[in-house]
């Protein structure tokens, strides 16, 4: 009885060095990569739409199919996970928990691959519809699958004891890339307005109207004419 006291004295006395670890860092710019390129995909998805030329109910159900990717990437990674756990079992307890680190990080690689494979199909082959489809749903469930592995590898690489700290701290990266990326992706898309008006042949280009980006060009739709 007194080894236990000793024992949970010790635990809960560690001190918080998670942040101090170069292992933590990597996992916060890998969290953040595949967090914020999801996040820019659902905050354009109206304006990917747009660029293929689709229409409103096309629009609509992109976002119940991102919707109910998400939600599938949750199910999908918690399920991987339970999967692998599983396996672990069947090991000696000497190796369970070094496996369990390395199943956690593959999971959330693969993870990565997922979302690179689904924004390279829309970088190579975008003007079609279905490649939109399949980007939106590869990115949704690469985006709802990270925040599931994300927990399993804090708990595996650093414990439970300042669990909470480390999600906290780990919990800022999808918001500071989102911000980084769909910045740098307005900067980029308003680069685009001038270069299509001057070659557009409408003049210097003062008059109003909306840009929208049709078959990776930037037109411009004169409100005048809807």
Known sequence: HVDNEQEEAARTTVP???WKTSEFWWLFLAFGCV????LFVINNLSTMAQSVGASDAFASGL???LSMSNASGR????????LAAGR???NDSNSNSSNSRRN???LLQADCVVMAVGLLLSVVWGEFRGVLITTVVLAALSYGGSYVAVV???TDLFGKDHFGKDYGLVGMAPAISGLLLNTIGAKLYERQIPSSSSSSGGGSGGDDGDHVCIDRKSTRLNSSHT
């Not at 967090?35 to 999801?38: H, I, K, L, V």
């Not at 199910?75 to 339970?82: A, E, H, K, N, P």
């Open 75 to 82: 199910i999908l990674m918690g399920f991987l996970g339970d």
């Open 88 to 90: 672990n079992g069947d």
């Open 104 to 106: 956690g990080v593959v």
């Open 63 to 65: 976002v119940v199919a």
């Open 35 to 38: 967090t914020g390129s999801g």
């Open 152 to 154: 399993s590898i804090l």
């Open 16 to 18: 918080w060095e998670t």
